[in-house]
């Protein structure tokens, strides 16, 4: 308490309210965003994958004062369509192959603003909505062969699905009470095993967990980019006997540079073995098993502890939204219950369940409600046929792969088993040196002529024009367009 007097009570002043003050009115506009929505959607090939933005905007988006009088909601729309729309990232467009990144459906977004419509609390609570959720995590297991009754929970990404799956490994293996002591006791040294082409998550994981970065293990890859599955074990060995506790064996399906997949297989029964965590980062590639084509490229997946994988990559949803799954509900509870007495269950009312809340299986107690885009995904189009774009994307990867090889102009840098091709402009006779820099500037051409955006890496000390395809819109013709205009750049560049 301080000794502050109180402020006076103000008497009541009229104040604008946060509802719409006319009700027909907001309607109109309301119908109109929804209408220009659906054109902005319908009409994407017609526009630039990207386009930078003008000085106008960026200086009207970063230098405006704080509002602190309103100017109502048709002006809020109208900047938002003309400083905001025309300019994001652009993975929407049929021809954005950066990073990975889903494509999102008009459906999805309707159900986006349905969920906010209801505005629920997916922390819990007697309501449907945690119903759905629960529906969602049922079909994410069976979808990825997990048992009918094990743990899960939607979350916002494959980075904090890969963070939970790591914290409950953590908390099963340690070989002491995590959650009681943390890791200041006296205690040896917990360690984590992965490829080094693992993603930049299990870093940036092993340091907010406390088991910093010295913990996870880079265990080499073969020529295939796929785990020395060999060398974890004898990592692991050599551990043991120095002293320290190996407590998790973590493996890829699609890794991100190359598409790769490891030998889930092998990192089961090695898991198994040494009695280890088996946790899998399955962000894009675990949604291969989606159809019968592709399914057994992550075979072994199944026998994961623990497996992340994004809905917002390879399941075509928008932002943002993820899953992990655990083989036992009771993982996911042993990490992160917490008890409260104002969220203690009652006989009655909203706290009266079976005793089942989100908030007592991840972190966040207020959670949205992103179960219902899926949801309604999953029952309008069906799973079949996300998985069946899937398939015809790792298709299309296959075939531009096989342009890329065909062409005299053009080199495949690493093999493509999935949905990523790592490319470059190569013409017989060039000097080795300058290959990187054509190759970086033939890639920035590509986006900022609104071409088609893909984006870039280094595989084996090579600069590679990477390719990932996670796009329900890609047609075969788009990537022919894209050979041709690597190779027109590259002609065009290199004569300079
Ligand atoms: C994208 C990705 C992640 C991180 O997922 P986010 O949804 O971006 O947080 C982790 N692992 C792999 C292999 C990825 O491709």
Not at 73 to 91: K, M, Q, S, T
Not at 110 to 123: R, T
Not at 134 to 143: I, P, S
Request: hydrophobic share 45%.
């Amino acid at each position: 308490m301080t000794d502050r007097p109180a402020a006076p009570i103000a008497p009541n002043a009229p104040i604008a309210p946060l509802d719409p003050a006319d009700w027909e009115e907001y309607r109109r506009l309301a119908h109109r965003m929804v209408d220009e929505s659906l054109d902005y959607l319908r009409d994407v090939r017609a526009r630039p994958v990207w386009q930078p933005m003008p000085g106008r905007v960026r200086t009207a988006l970063t230098g405006e004062p704080l509002p602190r009088t309103g100017l109502g909601d048709e002006a809020a729309y109208a900047d938002f369509v003309d400083l905001v729309r025309p300019y994001p990232n652009g993975n929407i467009h049929p021809r954005f192959w950066g990073w990975v990144m889903g494509t999102g459906t008009p459906q999805a977004a309707m159900a986006d603003f349905l969920s906010s419509v209801v505005n629920p609390n997916c922390g819990g609570l007697e309501q449907a909505p945690v119903l759905v959720e629960r529906q969602v995590v049922k079909w994410c297991a069976e979808l990825m062969g997990f048992p009918a009754d094990a743990g899960g929970i939607l979350v916002s990404g494959g980075t904090m699905a890969n963070v939970f799956g790591l914290a409950v490994a953590r908390q099963q293996r340690a070989g002491f009470d995590v959650r009681a002591e943390g890791l200041q006791g006296k205690h040896p040294m917990l360690l984590v095993y992965a490829s080094t082409e693992m993603h930049g998550w299990l870093k940036k994981a092993c340091e907010l967990l406390g088991l910093g970065n010295a913990a996870f293990r880079r265990v080499p890859v073969k020529d295939d980019f796929s785990v020395d599955v060999g060398a974890m074990a004898a990592m692991i060995r050599a551990d043991r006997e120095a002293g320290h506790r190996p407590i998790c064996v973590m493996g890829t399906a699609g890794t991100v540079q190359t598409g790769a997949t490891d030998d889930l297989v092998a990192l089961a029964d090695l898991a198994q073995r040494e009695k280890l965590w088996y946790h899998i980062d399955g962000a894009f590639g675990a949604m291969a098993r989606l159809s019968p084509e592709t399914a057994g490229q992550v075979r072994g997946m199944e026998r994961a502890d623990s497996l992340a994988f994004d809905l917002h990559k390879w399941g075509y949803l928008p932002f943002d939204v993820a899953c992990v799954l655990t083989r036992r509900d009771a993982d996911l509870v042993e990490t992160f219950s917490m008890q409260a007495a104002y969220l203690a269950s009652e006989s009655r009312g909203l706290l009266a369940k079976e005793g089942f809340n989100f908030f007592d299986r991840g972190i966040e107690l207020t959670r949205s409600f992103k179960a219902l885009k899926v949801w309604m995904m999953f029952r309008a189009a069906g799973t079949d046929a996300i998985g069946a774009h899937i398939a015809r994307n790792v298709r299309q990867a296959r075939r531009l792969a096989s342009l890329v090889e065909a062409h005299p102009e053009l080199e495949l840098l690493a093999p493509a088993p999935l949905n990523i091709v790592n490319l470059r402009y190569a013409p017989k006779g060039a000097a080795p040196d300058v290959l990187d820099a054509l190759n970086r500037e033939i890639l920035a051409r590509l986006q900022e002529d609104g071409i088609a955006a893909p984006s870039g890496t280094v595989v084996r000390e090579r600069f590679a024009i990477r390719i990932a395809v996670t796009n329900h819109r890609s047609e075969d013709a788009d990537f022919d367009a894209l050979v041709a205009a690597v190779v027109r750049l590259g002609g065009t560049i290199a004569a300079r």
